[in-house]
């Protein structure tokens, strides 16, 4: 193998695809193909026999058939996400049906080299300087609408400026809405234990993270990198109190950005993957 990685990711770009540097990072040549579960996989297959990787990444366990993963002759890696946890979300468009029966052949975790359970990592060029917009700060919500989500944020939306976006942008399109914002609320699609897939990317951008408790904690640290809630009512004093006095949590906002540079992608993903490559030349 030479000294640069080749690997291809699939997935949705909407979704995932900030993980995946877009600019040339040393040591890693890095392609991404849009791809959508419950889609055949050939779109995948043509991608990569286009560009000749090293390692695949699917982001999502069961997004391709099992046989397509068969079907890759290099090392196929899973990156788990949100929606393999439980397996199938109906209001969610990577699993649009939770039954069973419209799951069979699709891949599990025994069809891949490896499941990687970690949070996200974020593209280099995604990382920002904390810095403020104009006027007071805005808050900013990335993510699919689901009655959880609406319930947990009706009554700051009636109280305060936040913006929802209901995923889907990538590249030049998010960078310019995370600029636009200082911000950044996540919330969980259900009730259970999660780290939601943007968390790194909001930090990395410089945004103040306001969010659920995050089991596992990946390594940051309510109350020093992010601040935390657990109802409706407390996210809407939690955006009284940093609206009303922003700079007050300026410290948390750079303690935030620096604990992103343990998720930067130019260094997590040479470091995870190279292995696979070696095992396989």
Known sequence: MT???RVSFAGRAGETGHAVPAAPVPGLDASF???RAGRPGSRVLAHVAEHDPHVVVVFGVASLPAETVR??????????????RPPGLEHHPDLPDCDPRHRAGLATAADYERVIDRPLPVADEHFATPRRTDGGPRALVIGHSSPRLEALLIDS?????VLH???????EALAAVLASAEIAIDVRDDDGPGFGPRVAL???AGLLLLSEPLHPPGGLRPGEDHLEFRSS???VE???RVRADPGAFHAIREQGRLSAEALRASRVLPELLAPFASASA
């Open 3 to 5: 000294d640069t990685l």
């Open 202 to 204: 909001y930090l990395a």
């Open 165 to 171: 976006v209901a995923a889907g942008l990538h590249g």
């Open 238 to 240: 939690l955006l009284h």
């Open 71 to 84: 079907a890759i002759g290099v090392p196929v890696v899973a990156w788990a996400t949100a929606p393999d």
């Open 157 to 161: 939306k009636h109280r305060h400026e």
């Open 233 to 235: 009512a407390e996210l």
């Open 33 to 35: 193909v849009e791809h």
